[in-house]
């Protein structure tokens, strides 16, 4: 089982890394040995391909993320990256507490639609006490309230050919300063963007967040909606999520890796 940990660095990041967290202990007991040989090299050189592949076919991608109880929730949630979006346009839209925020979700599906937060609250919804494990170190158990992602879908039926759903965000993280000085679209679009298959679309466990341990979910951490995909690492979980944009392919989105830090050479499958 996991251990329950609030908020310390974790030892278990390098189990995360190496993608054989339900291997065990046994291997990193053999690991010195085994850093002598070529072939394990290979194999751990793969690990991201060994994660995705073991949660598809020996754990199951519908596996449900460990859910912990009230008594383990962290006194608080930290932030991590982007704490208050540098731009105009969310500042506006947080002015009004959001209110005239709207998701837009659209892409390859049948029926593209705008939702407000309103209208989201007023949809089923789910919630769950799970921990979030930053590849930083640091991992944070926290109660989250949101819908779950499979019945935005159902409103508007993706089309055969969708394979990805791509999150858009709220947050430049470049050039935000020049982009504020004036009215014109930048001239590069740099804000954070992550994307997730459809097995984890319709994982009972990824839903859309507006709402942390009981409160409207703070700016800091991702207001009003952010993504929740427990079986992968922090960077995957979009906060200040703007548009939903089901796709067939990322090769023509920004860097062609699927998400922001993808782009800069992390691992598109983050699973834990
Ligand atoms: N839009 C956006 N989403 C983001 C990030 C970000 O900088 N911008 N950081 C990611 C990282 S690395 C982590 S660990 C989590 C942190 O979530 P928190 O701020 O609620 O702790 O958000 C992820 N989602
Ligand atoms: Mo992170």
Redesign the pocket.
Known sequence: MKRIDRGQPRSRRLFLRLGIASVGAAVLSACDRLSHNDRFVDILQSAQNLSYRMQKLVVGRKALAQEFSEADIAPS???????L?NSQQYRDLAKDNFSSWALEVGGLVEKPIRLSLADLKAMPSRTQITR?????G?S?I?KWKGVPLHQLLALVNPLPEARYVVFR???P?EDAEEQDAGDMQPAVDS????SVDMDDAYHAQTILAYE?NGAPL?I???APL??RVERQ?????????MKIELVKDFGTLRGGKGG??EDQGYEWYAGI
Do not use: I, Q
């Open positions: 949630f930290r932030s991590n990256g982007t704490e979006p979030h494990d930053c590849v930083e640091w944070a926290g965000c709220a947050d993280m804000t954070y963007y992550e942390l703070p800091m951490n991702g952010r993504l690492l922090g960077y995957k979980h979009a906060k200040y999520l922001y830090w």
